[in-house]
């Protein structure tokens, strides 16, 4: 049987990945998943500089779902080559760091530190609804995204996946946009903006007032956008949003996902990539089916 | 000792010891290597409610290698955890943080002191501390004064309730300061903000050392979700910025390197 996948020359071990900000690099969960089994780790986003993120509280739950307003706090790209991408170089297990940035020139930057690093690929984090400057601004204008996706790419030594908002009027336009600019690849859907009030203070429960929602409730969402995407583009997708297990990211590779990331689970549950992976082979099994890669994109 | 794994816990036995306060008792594998002041993660069953509940942990045994866990209801995964029953299952994150450092105090004039939900852990604190030199300010709103006959067998107790009906009217630092005799040398404690800003004044006022737990949102409970930091006087050494992580670098810290 074959697990295997590959997104612009990279392969995969399998197409089970960490999505952004749920896994740190790794560090926090080596006490209950073994890396080495993982397809990727998609690191926590790095930005040229150290950022502090948002004030709290940062987090809170809904229904079926959680909301958050991190802000992106990172400790800058200096000190993440020398803890966080030591410590992966350790494992057998590829590596795709997310970059943000307030500016191209900060992303720029970023990039071209990393270029001589042992990352495998880069996801350019262009929607994260949190911070107020750059990222997202760059992620719901078509002609925008065009523009820092080329400019990214051309900086950039290692495969770019460009990690995509839900929160536009028609994802696809955004999907054409990073495609036309040279993207290797593309991620969605990032975290859905909300907001959450707490109805006996009067206040809102976030000190940012809105945050991302992501969780088993935003999954039929992601699925159908990732649909679309796959109809709308050539280049290979990360599916993302609401996958708790093997049966939801299977969904998100019939929808047309070559790999998929499994993010607010790993809070849920501390060895959910792993449940995700094993689960997927059994699923494998059962169907006969002798190569994921099959499945890919099968529902039409 | 460092535990930190996912529990299958059950519960031993629950009890109601005042209004919407619940004193959970769960037999659990970490339950031998937990230290005064770290928590658990608690998970509700209710798939609409996703997240692990963070809760002190009160004390434990390791003789029967049971946790305690007081809480109270305070939303959905709470009031789920209320209907627990004797022989129910129940699944932990266990066991998280960092708790009071009870070692480098010995010897010394230890005063714990523990607001509203906030005197749980000061109970297993007060026992890993039994013996020593240690005296308890426990405040409460009223006279509902759940848990403080516990702290008899450990320590010296004074009251203070914000409707004046037990011991001191007022908080726990208008307690500690009517005990005119009392010199601490060094303070612990775990309870509201408004209460751990006096005390972090208090102790620095005075020269006493002041070791404060503090409590967040939180997501993972791991130190990766960055949702439950607290600002910090310098650079914290994890985050290169000035925020600490509760849940992995906490939740308790010397209150002169926390922001608050």
Redesign the interface.
Known sequence: MNTRVSIAGVEFKNPVMSASGTFGSGMEYVNFVDLNRLGAVVTKGVSNVPWPGNPTPRVAEVYGGMLNAIGLQNPGVEVFKERDLAFLSKYDTKVIVNVCGKTVEDYIDAVEKLNDTNADMYEINVSCPNVKEGAIAFGQKADALFNITEKIKKASKKPIIMKLSPNVTDITEMAKAAEAAGSDAISLINTITGMKIDIERRKFVLANKTGGMSGPAIKPVAVRMVYQCAQAVKIPIIGMGGIMTAEDAIEFMMAGATAVSVGAANFINPTAMIDVIDGIETYLNKHNIEDINEIIGCVQ | MFY???DEGKVISQEEISKDIFSLIIKNEGAKYANAGQFVGV?PKD??????RPISICETDTDKGTTRLVYRIAGKGTKEFSTLKEGDSVKL?ANLGNGFPVDEVKGKCIVLMGGGIGIPPMLGTAKALAGEDVHTVLGYRNSDTFLSDEFLKYSKVYIASEDGSVGVKGNVIDAIKACTNLKPDVIMACGPMPMLRGIKKYAEENNIKAYISLE???????????????KTVHKDE??????TRIC?EGPVFDATEVDI
């Open positions: 930190k794994k996912i998970y798939k609409s409610t996703l997240l692990m994150l967040e949102r939180m997501a993972c409970g791991v130190g990766a979700c960055l949702g439950c930091v607290c994890h985050s290169h910025v000035n925020n992995t």
